[in-house]
């Protein structure tokens, strides 16, 4: 950018991102890891981008973690270089690229939940002459990866363990399943329960003479209990460096942690009671909130919210008392952060209803 713009000046859609919120956010999050002893390793997905990451490193994050190779390979070109890569690695192609960051120097972690999964990995560590570093996946409620705590997870580890070119460093999972809590106490309870399988399954494996440094949890609402979550050593929370209404309608966040909002322009008024933006489902993504109505609503008035979405029109549902014209910025905060990221080649960094920066989504489209 040449020259700071007035955000009124921004063409619509515009993702913005109050650069404030942002960083405190990041300095926030980064202090309560450090007052409860946890190491923070946040999730890159959110944001995709070389800027924001240095930033959270800067506050204290130990490394990063990522969904996919295509992000690690971003961020390793970036300079970084300790990296978890939270997602199975499956096939020649993806474990060829695995090798060929490790031998960059980049310290890799990875995690499965399944021994055939780890004995592709153990074959590219002995190639090496190294074991790499390995997280077992665990379910603790979310029901996607994972064996269950206990003996079943147990004797995966067991197998695991006997390989010789992994050593398993730790456990993980991700309590995802904690957006849908419906006050701030069953919050809290899912994260207790979240660290609390991965520590019996650890105590279990001691047993077994196999140690257990690492107990590795995810998930942003959960991460604010962190200091409850009693023998994690590492949390994983991503979406807390824009909040948005998946974390606001769960109270897990407050308002003025909202970094993230679109600005959208009114280009009909078809009938009473609807507006017609220019933002759709390219803009917005189709991530739905089971706590509330539509895909996002407006900033300082929720009672304005957008009903239906196509590929570039957003259907704004508007109460009788509300009054818009053509050419009206409106401004929206989104059900999702991550998916909206994804969207988009870069955000807009805004301070004071200024735009400071570009934020360049790096990682964008590294679906692989």
Not at 52 to 79: M, P
């Amino acid at each position: 950018m040449t020259k700071s713009l007035d955000i009124a000046e921004l063409e619509t859609p515009a993702v913005l991102i109050d650069l404030d919120v942002l960083e405190r956010n990041i300095q926030e999050t980064a202090e309560l890891a450090r007052r409860a002893g946890v190491k923070l390793r946040p999730h890159f997905k959110t944001h995709k981008s070389v800027w924001i990451a240095r930033k959270q490193i800067e506050y204290g994050a130990c490394g990063l973690t990522v969904a996919k190779l295509g992000e690690a390979e971003v961020l390793a070109d970036a300079g970084f270089d300790d990296l978890l890569i939270a997602f199975p690695l499956v096939g020649k192609a993806k474990l060829g690229r695995l090798r060929a960051l490790i031998e960059r120097g980049i310290k890799m972690t990875v995690s499965t939940d399944h021994a055939a999964v780890a004995a592709g990995i153990s074959q590219v560590g002995e190639s090496l002459n190294s074991r790499i570093p390995l997280y077992v996946d665990v379910n603790t409620g979310l029901n996607r990866c994972g064996k269950e705590p206990g003996e079943e997870t147990a004797d995966l580890v067991r197998c695991i363990a006997a390989m010789r070119g992994v050593e398993v460093r730790g456990l993980m999972t991700h309590g995802g399943h904690a957006y849908g809590a419906k006050q701030l106490s069953e919050l809290k309870q899912v994260a207790i329960d979240e660290v609390k399988g991965l520590v019996q399954t650890k105590q279990l494996l001691e047993k077994s003479g196999i140690p257990i440094p690492e107990i590795s949890v995810g998930s942003t609402p959960t991460s604010k209990f962190i200091a409850e979550q009693t023998g994690a050593t590492e949390t994983r929370p991503g979406a807390y460096v824009f909040g948005d209404i998946s974390q606001l309608e769960i109270g897990s966040i407050s308002e003025n942690e909202l970094a993230m909002s679109i600005l959208a322009t009114v280009v009909s008024m078809p009938r009473p009671g609807t507006v017609i933006i220019d933002a759709g489902s390219k803009t917005f993504s189709t991530d739905v909130n089971p706590h509330r109505l539509g895909y996002g609503f407006l900033k300082n008035n929720p009672s304005v919210y957008i009903e239906r979405l196509s590929e570039e029109h957003g259907i704004v549902k508007v109460p009788e008392d509300v009054r818009y014209a053509i050419g009206d910025l409106l401004e929206f905060i989104p059900n999702h952060c991550c998916t909206v990221t994804n969207l988009h080649d870069r955000l807009h960094g805004v301070r004071k209803d200024k735009v400071e920066r570009l934020i360049y989504v790096d990682a964008r489209g590294r679906i692989q």
